[in-house]
């Protein structure tokens, strides 16, 4: 199946998405230089314009970048393995296992 989704970097940088896609070293960024609060989110972005980012602390939002504004919910404090997972469902185009979360509106 083709993916087509982009990774978006710490510090802003952009990149398409591939099978071989590293989410784990993706979130990691966030680690470093945890004194920069400026430069604190990571994500990952469908075709579609979905896109989830993490922030420090497993705060996660999920919109749709190109859609009107109102499409933004959230969750806090997720565990890592559950960003990574919801990341893959969003690289695989699997919209409805997202939207299957206890999202809260808004940011």
Do not use: C, K
């Not at 939002?61 to 919801?86: K, S």
């Amino acid at each position: 199946m083709t993916m087509t989704f982009s990774l978006t970097h710490r510090y802003g940088s952009m990149e398409p998405g591939n099978a071989d896609s590293d989410f784990l070293a993706l979130l990691r960024e966030l680690e470093d230089r945890p004194e920069d609060t400026e430069h604190g989110t990571v994500a990952v972005t469908h075709e579609s314009g979905w896109s989830l980012s993490v922030s420090r602390g497993g705060y996660i939002a999920f919109e749709n970048l190109e859609a009107d504004a109102g499409t933004a919910r959230h969750m806090e404090a997720v565990p890592v393995p559950r960003i990574l997972e919801l990341w893959r469902h969003l690289a695989e185009g699997n919209l409805a296992a997202i939207e299957q979360e206890p999202w809260l509106s808004g940011y």
